[in-house]
């Protein structure tokens, strides 16, 4: 199981290029450029200081008589003073200057604030957990909104403003295809900016360390044309599918009398707990556990019946009293709800 | 050859199931298919005599995280609104006092949250896993000493 | 022979003159509960009559007015009040409520297990005439929230209608005891119980339901008189083909206005456990044929789980009586953050309001202001303080209807927010207030409590609290936490109060025509205070906490009676109970933290007082 797991973040980490120097959003972008400049003007630099050193190895030296010993009032050797001035102060000077100057124009272009200088209603609104997120959707009429857990959708080419908070300990959000590092502090509240510019699948990570599984705390960013997004966001809104097959219906009221409800949410069904990821749509998502393992029957069974052995210390306790019919039964309903 | 056979017992030793305080549920209890709703008293899954009989708690009574999860789940499925936040009573009774209806043994706790009591004390044995039980009698027995996580101010 | 014919006229003429004045002042005058009495006094105009010997609502009248004309005890005799009786059930738990007086019998509901005992008060020494015991499902005492309570039953067509605590409405007959039908109304299993009294009303019963702390729907439930059968049923929330909501219905301010405001202002789903129940007082205007009510708290306590303004939680409704289509609703406080259920007393009367004779409805608010309105439209006329350290919004906007909130007292999930008042329990509860046509006065048993608040994530469990808060009160600043105190009608200002240091105040009042006003304490004193002044007359310690409604009657000798329950319990009360531990300030709901003190003063009790003269 556990290899199989592994096999299987492998392949996505290799299909899904999670990088910063891969950037697929505005923010991403500038912050990418001033990735690169930054590397080409330390690369040049620690070039020439290279070219300097091997110049300074290489060289005849020649031996102590034949060199005036160092005087203080020259400076000794040819242009020394030249070099220590030019070299020491206003080459740092210059390109440290160039950088910040560079810097502060890209973080000017993190606009957080609106025209007025207010925060921006949020679009989105994360809960981060130990060790998984929670996702509003907070746009519009309070009937509109709905939850959902550990994948973001946006439409190509909108900013989507999302309002960080926890409850618990620090976390940081980042998605590096998209944007920079933004923190969540409990007890306060920060925003951050998301826009892609093209569509696909974005994975991202807490960024501060929190805890044992904070290694097993990523997300996707689902980044849909504007047409999909909102047919995304109305399926979403939706009730949970009732189940058509037989094995489903009976997968549905293994789920009902078991503890699932207690803390998972199946709207439109007597769930309706808070503390744990939204299940509503859970067949619809691309992976569970925030990316740890990919979304399909067999993982959904063994998260159920051992999710201890495989994200040791989160809250989802292992089930092991369901017989091998109804846990198959009630994946099979969880899988259908999309 | 003895590198290789260290290397495989500890592949065997990983593979093993990690969380070792949960047990399942005990033999002849089914899961009642009834959804939503709450048999109260002796649960007849358990044919009628107790859960436990005389066990002390498995997950220890002073082992943090046992108490700090026992605390959690205490909230998380509402004990605290029918025994008080910080179970000092309500619409059920303290379980801060020296009154014990059902006794204050580790097994008769344990046997009261999962057998549910007859005037409106949910059979929570049927649902959540024992483990879970065991980890809120823990937070219960630790109640008014200084182990008390998240104590009254 | 003229001379003593005349003799004779006149002095058989001056003594049926004599007999006749002799006849209407005697203390045996005519008894009857409706027919009675439709005018006293000139402070405003009584709407339905008033009780003159009998009392057969648990207001009383059907206008909530908790006035009862009787005067031989009056402010000059009180003081000699004496115990005449005291009826002892054996069931030590929270007496609130009023016993009913019908034809010589005295009808009290216990409460859980909800017995009907009859007392005969011709022979108040020997034994009951009859006890019926509806045996409810013990089930339901786990899903009380404030105690296994009941507030009282009403009488109608020779039967003595009331709710036992697992959902089901009972109607025994009023000689004999037999039950004459029962239809259940709800599940406990679900978390729903019922404990407020019915009023009924030309051959109808109306009841609500309880459960706003554990996750349930409320609703209104019209029942035949007859036959038990039920008419229709109005609910708190949802489409507004559940909430009764036709073309008929007018809400006089704009933020009321709307098509399924009751599913709309929820996040999607979340209307389902959407509370509002309705488990206080039910009040009836018979020149509108209107029936008012308020509904309670929007289901979770935490407010962040439920974005929106949550219609119809805390919410004055108008109903026609007959359909139960509603006429107008008003939505006293959207989006609540506190607990503050609305369902106390709407008081009918007509009065002259800043000039103009208008039908006025008076509602003392658990969030502390004191509402007015104008019943026939529902629009807000008045909302002044009466606990003075009430600090969650500073008044009403009377163009808007909505309240001026105070930004530092809003609550939030995981943050503390301290130093609110009033708190949960309120400004005042559910124990209902009396208002006095021959003074104008509104006599209000008020709280200075206040608290801290924190929300907490809540996962709705069947069955099971679905609460979300972590709750500490305790007494509010001025060295009081309870008040009886005058509100002046026309001028809406305080006119004089008796201050509790101690506890608040947790019982029902009544106002007499003999200018006598009557309340207890949760000390146990039972009080008699002129209702002029608010100089205290008489007083008498009963054993136990007074949580109970008094009300007067005229027994079989043609005199005045007094009766209260003295049996602490109830919410606020919760903290006498053994079963709670003071150590926890967050317990019951918190009230614990305001309350420590009183395992001291009062023990639980099961007793009912008479008092005569």
């Known amino acids: 199981m556990t290899t199989m797991s592994i096999a299987a973040l492998l392949f996505q980490g290799i299909t899904r290029s999670q990088s910063m120097l891969n950037p ?14 930054t590397y080409i003007i330390f690369m040049a630099v620690a070039a020439v200081m290279w070219l300097l050193v091997f110049w300074l190895a290489l060289r005849r030296r020649g031996t102590l008589a034949e060199h005036d010993p160092w005087d203080a009032n020259h400076g000794g050797g040819r242009g020394g003073e030249q070099w220590i001035i030019a070299g020491g102060l206003l080459m740092p000077v210059v390109i440290l200057t160039t950088l910040f100057v560079l810097t502060m124009d890209t973080m000017s272009h993190f606009p957080i604030r609106d025209a007025n200088g207010d925060p921006p209603a949020p679009n989105i609104v994360v809960d981060a957990h130990q060790w998984w997120w929670e996702v509003h959707y907070v746009d519009g009429p309070v009937d509109q909104h709905f939850t959902t857990a550990n994948e973001i959708h946006i439409p190509v080419g909108q900013p989507m403003t999302i309002e960080l908070q926890s409850d618990d300990v620090m976390h940081s959000f980042w998605v590096p295809q998209l944007n920079g590092k933004m923190d969540f502090i409990p007890g306060e509240t920060n925003e951050t900016r998301i826009e892609a510019n093209r569509a696909g699948v974005f994975r991202g990570e807490c960024s501060v360390f929190c805890g044992e599984q904070h290694a097993h705390m990523a997300m996707l960013v689902v980044a849909q044309s504007p047409a999909d997004y909102q047919k995304w966001r109305a399926d979403q809104l939706a009730d949970a599918a009732q189940p058509a097959t037989p094995e489903a219906q009976a997968g549905e009221q293994v789920f009902l009398s078991a503890p699932c409800a207690f803390c998972h949410t199946v709207r439109g069904t007597a769930a309706a707990g808070v503390v744990a990821p939204d299940l ?7 992976s569970l556990a925030s990316d740890t393992l990919v979304n399909n029957k067999a993982n959904l069974e063994a998260w159920i019946t051992h999710a201890q052995s495989l994200k040791p210390g989160v809250e989802m306790p292992n089930l092991t009293q369901f017989t091998g019919l109804q846990l198959r039964e009630m994946v099979d309903y969880l899988q259908q709800l999309r | 050859m003895r590198k290789w056979m260290i290397l495989l017992a500890a592949v065997v030793a990983l593979a093993l199931p990690g969380n ?7 033999a002849g209890a089914q899961p009642s298919l009834e959804p939503g709703y709450y048999p109260v008293g002796p649960n007849p899954g358990y044919g009628g005599t107790p859960a436990v009989k005389n066990e002390p708690n498995p997950v220890g009574d002073d082992d943090p995280v046992a108490l700090a999860s026992g605390r959690r789940l205490f909230v998380w499925y509402n004990c605290y609104g029918c025994h008080g936040g910080r179970a000092g009573g309500g619409m059920g009774p303290s379980l801060r006092d020296k009154t014990w209806i059902y006794g204050n043994t580790d097994a008769d706790i344990f046997n009261s949250i ?8 949910p059979a929570w044995g049927l649902k959540i896993p024992q483990g879970q039980i065991w980890q809120i009698v823990a937070y219960i027995q630790s109640l008014g000493t200084p182990r008390e996580p998240d104590a009254p101010k | 022979m003229f001379g003593y014919a005349r003799k004779f006229v006149a002095v058989s003429m001056a003594a049926a003159f004599f007999a006749a004045g002799a006849w209407s002042r005697s203390p045996r005058a005519p008894r009857g509960g409706r027919q009675a009495v439709t005018q006293v006094g000139g402070a405003f105009k009584l709407v339905s009559p008033v009780p003159n010997g009998d009392w057969e609502e648990p207001a009383g009248d059907l206008a909530n007015t908790r006035f009862s004309p009787l005067s031989q005890i009056n402010t000059q005799n009180v003081k000699n009040l004496k115990v005449i009786a005291i009826l002892s059930d054996g069931i030590a738990h929270g007496h609130e409520g009023q016993p009913l007086v019908v034809n010589n019998t005295l009808y009290e509901v216990t409460p859980y297990p909800n017995e009907l005992i009859a007392y005969n008060l011709k022979d108040l020494s020997g034994p009951v005439e009859w006890i019926y015991n509806p045996y409810p499902n013990p089930i339901s005492q786990g899903k009380a929230c404030c105690d296994v309570v009941n507030r009282g039953a009403a009488y109608g067509d020779g039967k003595i209608v009331y709710q036992i605590l697992s959902d089901e409405v009972v109607a025994v007959d009023a000689k004999t005891g037999k039950q004459v039908w029962r239809t259940r109304t709800g599940e406990s299993t679900q978390g729903q119980t019922s404990t407020n009294a019915p009023i009924i009303v030309k051959g109808k019963v109306y009841v609500g339901n309880a459960g706003g702390e554990l996750g349930v729907r409320g609703k209104l439930t019209c029942l035949d008189l007859a036959t038990g059968k039920i008419l229709w049923t109005a609910y708190s929330q949802g489409p507004d083909s559940d909430v009764l909501i036709g073309p008929d219905f007018h809400p006089f ?3 009321d206005q709307g098509k399924d405001l009751g599913v709309s202002t929820w996040p999607p789903d979340q209307w389902k456990h959407g509370g509002g129940t309705i488990w206080g007082w039910i009040s009836y205007d018979p020149e509108t044929n209107l029936i008012f009510y308020g509904t309670g708290n929007p289901g979770v306590w935490n407010p962040d789980q439920r974005a929106g303004s949550n219609h119809w939680s805390i919410t004055i409704f108008a109903r026609d009586a007959d359909t139960g289509q509603a006429k107008w609703a008003y939505q006293v406080e959207p989006h609540d953050d506190f607990d503050y259920d609305e369902i106390m007393e709407n008081i009918a009367i007509d009065m002259d309001w800043h000039g103009k004779m208008r039908k006025l409805l008076l509602h003392p608010g658990r969030n502390g202001f004191f509402l007015v ?9 008045s909302a002044e303080k009466f606990v003075d350290s009430t600090n969650w919004a500073s008044g009403y906007d009377l163009k808007t209807g909505l309240p001026i909130l105070n930004p530092a007292k809003v609550t939030h999930q ?3 927010t301290t130093d609110i008042c009033p708190s949960s329990t309120g400004g005042k509860e559910f124990v209902p207030s009396a208002v006095s046509p021959i003074t104008g006065y509104d006599y209000i048993p008020a709280h200075n409590t206040c608290m801290d608040y924190e929300g907490l994530p809540a996962n709705y469990i069947a069955g099971t609290p679905y609460l979300g808060a972590d709750v500490k009160m305790y007494p509010g600043p001025g060295g009081y936490q309870g008040m009886l105190e005058a509100w ?3 001028t809406q200002k305080p006119v004089w109060s008796i201050k509790d240091p101690l506890f608040p105040v947790y019982s029902g009042v009544l106002a007499t025509g003999g200018n006598v006003v009557f309340y207890g304490t949760l000390e146990g004193w039972f009080r008699a205070v002129d209702a002029r002044t608010g100089q205290i007359l008489w007083q008498f310690k009963t054993p136990s906490g007074i949580i109970g409604d008094p009300m007067t009657y005229i027994g079989p000798d043609g005199h005045q009676y007094v009766a209260i329950y003295s049996a602490i319990g109830g919410w606020m009360g919760a903290t006498a109970f053994p079963s709670i531990s003071i150590s926890d300030p967050t317990a019951a709901l918190g009230v614990v933290g305001a309350m420590a003190k009183i395992k001291q003063y009062s023990p639980p009790g099961d007793n009912l007082f008479i008092f005569g003269l």
């Open chain 3, 373 to 381: 309105l104008d019943r026939e439209t529902g629009e807000l006329l």
């Open chain 3, 488 to 490: 002046d009608l026309k």
């Open chain 3, 253 to 255: 301010y704009k933020k």
């Open chain 2, 114 to 121: 999962a057998e549910g009591r007859g005037k409106g004390m």
């Open chain 2, 20 to 26: 070792s305080q949960v047990q399942n549920a005990p």
């Open chain 1, 280 to 286: 509503t749509h859970i067949g619809s998502r691309l």
């Open chain 3, 414 to 416: 995981g943050v503390v």
């Open chain 1, 24 to 37: 697929a959003g505005l923010a991403a972008h500038r912050i990418s450029t001033l990735g690169w400049i």
